[in-house]
């Protein structure tokens, strides 16, 4: 993500300044949740204030958040764009308690969710087009990212409530449950938005490397569209619960006799992992026109050799989460097909240890924080003190 881009960006103009103005002249909301105060610190009860709601804008109590790499990534400092304190966060499911006096989309008691993006330029072309999360001039994410005032500090969904402007908040159907859902607004729709723009469905082969968090929701959403899905892992223990997903085939990494067999076969590979692989060895499963395409971040840059992709006309191409409307058709979309995503409940005081987990791909594959755990005493205590 480029997240760098968009703490730089300034939003100047009356709109903002205005809206500087209404946000002083209300008051403060307190809100309870877990932060961490420097990178590598691990998280601990924390409290803070969100803006009362603006006009546009919706409260919603928080039930549930799932637990995202790239949260880690960002509580430990290693893309260098981290602020702290720093409440993560980015997958929200809740119910709205309270509505703006000018929101007309969503009533109280309604089930709603966040994802990565709060807020965005509204202007540019990729704005226009529903695509915020590659706004020119920066989406406003939702947490570790500047608000529209240009001074205060977005913070995530570890806490019991969050205030967002009501076009960048989504509707989550009644039949998908909160804490199931909570992956999809930002696991979900970062699968679901490759596999719709190049085009996933009956007659094509899909490779999904890696099943984790992200992996398991395309081969969920994959099958779904109706496309053949093949899971390439580096683990055995995964080939049954990726076949009980969906998974049409289930080929081992380890196993050198799987790029061999399956050299020349794919219409489009997602690379789902985290760290680095040998991407020459990858773009040689593409068929004729192939595209691959990079979802999970590697920290260390991409070599590729230019007759991997020369030999048969094919791309490598990078994509991110996806845009407030892609998500809620990936939400109705999951929905109709009822796709959810296979999780691990946790109090919030095993938030730490679930990030150990995680580190490790121990987890099956989702952790969700339900946000009831959240002990309010002790967060009580540490706000007086
Ligand atoms: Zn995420
Ligand atoms: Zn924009």
């Known amino acids: 993500m480029d997240f760098t881009k968009h703490a730089e960006s300034k939003h100047n103009g009356k709109k903002n300044d205005s809206l500087i103005l209404m946000s002083e002249l209300k008051q403060k909301m307190k809100v309870l949740g877990y932060a961490t105060l420097r990178a590598k610190a691990p998280l601990t009860p924390y409290s803070f204030e969100r803006r009362e709601p603006l006009d546009h804008d919706i409260v919603i109590d928080i039930h549930y958040c799932g637990i995202c790499h790239s949260d880690i990534h960002q509580a430990n400092n290693e893309w260098d764009i981290s602020t702290f304190p720093m409440v993560p966060g980015h997958e929200i499911t809740g119910v709205v308690s309270q509505v703006g006096t000018r929101a007309t989309r969503y009533k109280k008691g309604d089930r709603v ?14 704005c226009r087009k529903g695509l915020e999360q590659y706004c020119i001039k920066g989406a406003t ?40 859902a909570a992956p999809l607004v930002c696991a979900g729709t970062t699968l679901f938005s490759p596999l719709m723009h190049w085009k996933a469905g009956p007659g094509k082969k899909v490779g999904i490397i890696g099943l984790g ?25 995964k080939q049954e619960e990726s076949k009980i997903m969906g998974a049409d085939n289930f080929y081992l990494t380890s196993n050198s006799e799987t790029f061999k067999k399956l050299e020349g076969y794919f219409d489009l590979i997602i690379n789902t992992v985290p760290f680095e692989v040998d991407w020459n060895q990858y773009l040689n499963l593409l068929a004729l026109d192939g595209t691959t395409v990079v979802i999970g971040l590697p920290g260390k840059k991409i070599p590729i050799g230019a007759f991997s992709l020369i030999n048969a006309r094919r791309c490598l191409a990078g994509s991110l989460i996806g845009g407030i409307q892609e998500t809620q058709n990936m939400l109705d979309f999951c929905s109709k097909h009822t796709i959810t995503s296979d999780i691990e409940l946790i109090p919030i005081q095993k938030v730490n240890e679930a990030y150990r987990r995680v580190v490790m791909s121990d987890v099956r594959y989702r952790f969700v924080i339900d946000m009831k755990s959240l002990d309010m005493n002790e967060l009580r205590l540490i706000s007086s003190t």
Do not use: W
């Open 113 to 126: 969710g966040v994802g990565c993006i709060v807020d965005s330029c509204r202007e540019c072309g990729p």
């Open 141 to 180: 994410f939702t947490y570790n990212s500047l608000e529209k005032d240009g001074k205060t500090m977005t913070q995530g969904g570890y806490s019991n409530k969050i205030v967002v402007d009501e076009n960048y908040v989504l509707r989550i159907p009644d039949n998908l449950p909160l804490d199931r």
């Open 213 to 237: 968090g992200l992996g398991h929701m395309g081969v969920k959403v994959a099958h779904a569209l109706g496309a053949e899905v093949t899971v390439l892992s580096h683990s055995p223990k």
